[in-house]
């Protein structure tokens, strides 16, 4: 498996309060991005980078910040947390280019009450 | 945007080939065709991906219709290993980055 970790795996919080998952990857891949799954959704794209600090929105960024300080990590951060964010997120990675393959991490589970 | 469509499941029997089709009529010039597939509880796991012509790897194969308005995944000989969601997914690298991920097929393999 590619070397991505995310963390927490796991969190339950309440509405309002400020929420931040992190991705980390031991594989030195220029392009990090966050999707959200729900039931019936598939995958949608939250955010992306494309390099340290280089980041642009995908198509459900509403509600979502992220940030790239270092090569290695890419967070996602909910400034206020609301329920409809309940979901599972996924931070994924790619080496060169947009259209190559994306290796995924095994997902957080978010619970928003 | 462009979207696909696929099957929401299919059945197979296992060491016997399997044919995952897609249909992607509005795709455009610059979209490539990925396919993932995913486990309960795990992440996507990349699969294969092609342009405008078939493509092989260990996996499976890529059938890509002349037209790029459908292609199939191809699994050669399935296992009860390869039972999981696939998805087909359009990728536009150039005028704003897209990923475009349908519900996709969930596959059955009996032994």
């Known amino acids: 498996d590619a070397g991505i970790t995310q963390s927490p795996r796991h969190k339950v919080t309440e509405t309002g309060t400020p929420v931040t998952l992190r991705c980390h990857q031991t594989?030195?891949?220029?392009?990090m991005y966050w999707y959200r799954q729900d039931p019936g959704h598939g995958l949608r794209l939250i955010h992306y980078?494309?390099?340290?600090?280089?980041?642009d929105k995908g198509e459900v960024s509403d509600g979502y910040s992220v940030s790239r300080s270092k090569t290695e990590d890419f967070l996602l951060t909910l400034e206020s947390a609301t329920s409809s964010q309940t979901s599972v997120y996924f931070c994924?990675?790619?080496?060169?280019?947009?259209?190559?393959?994306?290796?995924f991490g095994d997902g957080t589970r978010l619970s928003i009450l | 945007d462009a979207k696909t469509t696929q099957p929401n499941s299919m059945e197979s029997n296992e060491e016997e080939p399997v044919h995952l089709p897609c249909n992607h009529s509005?795709?455009?010039?610059?979209?490539?065709i990925h396919w993932y597939r995913q486990l309960p509880s795990q992440g996507p796991e990349y699969v294969i991906h092609?342009?405008?012509s078939n493509v092989n790897n260990r996996m499976a194969s890529l059938a890509i219709a002349e037209d790029r308005k459908s292609s199939t995944l191809i699994l050669h000989r399935a296992t009860l290993r390869d039972a999981a969601v696939y998805y087909c997914i359009l990728i536009s690298p150039t005028g704003g980055f897209k990923t475009i991920f349908g519900a996709g097929t969930r596959l059955f393999v009996k032994a």
């Open positions: 994924a990675i790619s080496q060169a280019g947009l259209n190559q393959p994306q290796h």
């Open positions: 509005t795709i455009s010039g610059t979209d490539y």
């Open positions: 594989e030195n891949h220029r392009y």
């Open positions: 092609g342009l405008t």
């Open positions: 980078s494309y390099g340290v600090k280089d980041t």
